[in-house]
């Protein structure tokens, strides 16, 4: 998969992800990249946490402008 | 006609082109000769303590043809005598009241010794003062040159020791081999220089004979280490200086030296924030009759810009030079390639194939003509295949319309510091 299809992607996740409800709740960053937990529903009891792990540096862009801009 | 006139720190010059002092500055005979030609100010062959020099000095460095690419020399400062470097000074000056004339002056780390060039110098009438902190050879060995000026305590020191007395501006000349010039120009700050120029020569060995197994140049079949200059520094130079020119410490003006061959290099020091230039390897490769383009040039692109006076182009691309982490990451460009122009000699193919991101297709059309095409959204906008391309306008790096707001590093990391677990 080419560099640009792996962000499509990443991107479409974190889209889906925002478009469901989802909101960030810990972003860390290693050598493997970046893992984004997003977390939904508003009781404790509902909560459900997925994480994502983003490879392409164009995807550690696109969060970070999500979070800064539209979020 | 723009206003050409310069006033770096109150020393004034009918143009903001200075030889550098160097061969080209070594008598009255060569500065007359240049102020002729039309340079608006020189800055003395170096004065201070007797020395000797070698034979077998210099030595270029050739790219592609392209003769003196970058020049090298272990030369030291004037060999000649105080007393006629004087006299020649005075007389030009007689002639040239108009013309700057700075002495460029080298003496031992100690108060007294400056005290005494300075008012020699001053006695005999010059319109400023460069304290050269920068020869990197000969002179470095012995604490002068570069040697004191690594040290930024001994740069203030020496500085201050020289506006103890000077009665002229002081300009302090700073080496390049350091690894923040700005630690050093702010010294001079801190000194009292009313200027700093930039760049000296760069630490340089301009080669090995694969015949003899000689230094180049040798002398006797020893090297020894010199001092690096012409159009191969500029972009060294043209950094330092905007460097300075950025760093708020640093307020006062600055006189920019180095690889500066034309008007155009000229102009881009200006705007990067010098007040004025000084040039030295293009003189000693064409003659002193550059300047005539040099000022033609310089003059027409102020017209074209309508500004009326140089002084008012100084500094104005210095906003624009920020750090990395301030660079807007959603910032796009992509190369096109233009295939009305394009001469299918694959070299950008190459280059983005081996070495950058293979996003540039061989393709053939209807015809069986084959035609190159970049994969816009795999191409990273590295701008390689436009600087290895042979021909000018076959590739554009175009702008991306922006889908997404602008952010750059330092918001990136400062925004998502909240969500680190
Ligand atoms: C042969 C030679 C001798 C030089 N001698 C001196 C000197 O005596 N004093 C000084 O301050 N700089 C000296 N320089 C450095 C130049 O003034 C200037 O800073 C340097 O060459 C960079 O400018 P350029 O790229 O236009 O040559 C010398 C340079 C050359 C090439
Ligand atoms: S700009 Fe860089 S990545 Fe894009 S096509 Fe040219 S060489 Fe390849
Ligand atoms: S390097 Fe320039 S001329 Fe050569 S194939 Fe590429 S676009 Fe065409």
């Given at each position: ?56 540096a ?14 | ?10 020393i ?36 201070g ?13 050739s ?6 690419a970058?020049?090298?020399?272990i ?131 301009m ?16 090297g ?13 130079a ?9 760093n ?68 104005k ?76 306008g ?28």
């Amino acid at each position: 998969m080419s560099e640009y299809e792996t962000f499509m992607e990443e991107k479409n996740k974190i889209d889906s992800y925002f478009d469901k409800g989802y909101q960030v709740i810990s972003i860390f960053e290693n050598l493997s990249g970046t893992f984004v937990d997003f977390v939904t529903g508003e009781e404790a009891i509902e909560r459900e946490v997925v994480q994502i792990q983003l490879l392409t540096a164009e995807a550690r862009k696109y969060i970070a402008t999500k979070l800064l801009f539209v979020s | 006609m723009a206003d050409l006139q310069i006033n770096l720190a109150g020393i004034k010059s009918p143009n903001p082109f200075w030889l550098a002092s160097a061969p080209p500055t070594n008598s009255g005979y060569q500065v007359q000769r240049a102020f002729e030609a039309g340079w608006g100010g020189a800055v003395w062959k170096t004065l201070g303590d007797p020395i000797i020099n070698t034979t077998a000095r210099f030595a270029a460095a050739s790219f592609n043809g392209k003769k003196v690419a970058g020049f090298n020399n272990i030369e030291l400062i004037t060999d000649r005598p105080l007393e006629v470097n004087l006299k020649e000074i005075y007389e030009t000056k007689k002639r040239f009241p108009n013309h700057a004339i700075i002495a460029s002056l080298m003496v031992e780390p100690k108060q007294e010794k400056w005290h005494e060039i300075v008012k020699r110098v001053e006695d005999i009438g010059v319109d400023g003062l460069e304290l050269n902190f920068g020869c990197p050879h000969g002179m470095a060995e012995r604490g002068m040159g570069a040697a004191s000026g690594q040290v930024p305590e001994l740069v203030e020191k020496q500085t201050y020791w020289v506006k103890e007395v000077a009665k002229t501006p002081v300009i302090v000349k700073l080496t390049p081999n350091i690894t923040d010039i700005t630690v050093t120009a702010e010294a001079a700050v801190c000194g009292g220089a009313d200027a700093v120029s930039m760049i000296n020569t760069i630490n340089s060995l301009m080669g090995v004979d694969l015949d003899s197994w000689n230094t180049v140049p040798h002398v006797a079949g020893k090297g020894a280490h010199g001092g690096y200059c012409g159009p191969a520094v500029k972009p060294i130079a043209l950094n330092m200086v905007g460097e300075c020119a950025r760093n708020p410490l640093i307020d006062i003006p600055i006189s920019g030296i180095g690889g500066i061959s034309n008007w155009k290099d000229a102009a881009e020091f200006i705007l990067m924030g010098a007040t004025g230039v000084q040039v030295c390897t293009a003189a000693m490769h064409h003659g002193f009759s550059i300047v005539e383009d040099m000022i033609d040039g310089l003059n027409n692109y102020l017209d074209e810009k309508g500004i009326a006076s140089v002084m008012d182009l100084v500094g104005k691309s210095v906003p624009k030079y920020s750090n990395w982490g301030d660079l807007d990451l959603n910032y796009k460009v992509v190369a096109r390639i233009n295939n009305d122009v394009c001469i299918n000699c694959n070299k950008c193919h190459i280059s983005c194939e081996d070495t950058s991101h293979q996003c540039i297709d061989m393709l053939k059309d209807a015809t069986g003509k084959s035609y190159l095409k970049v994969r816009e959204e795999d191409c990273v906008g590295c701008n390689l295949c436009s600087i290895v391309c042979p021909v000018d306008g076959a590739i554009d790096m175009v702008e991306i319309k922006q889908t997404l707001p602008s952010m750059t590093w330092n918001e990136r990391q400062s925004r998502i510091a909240s969500f680190m677990t």
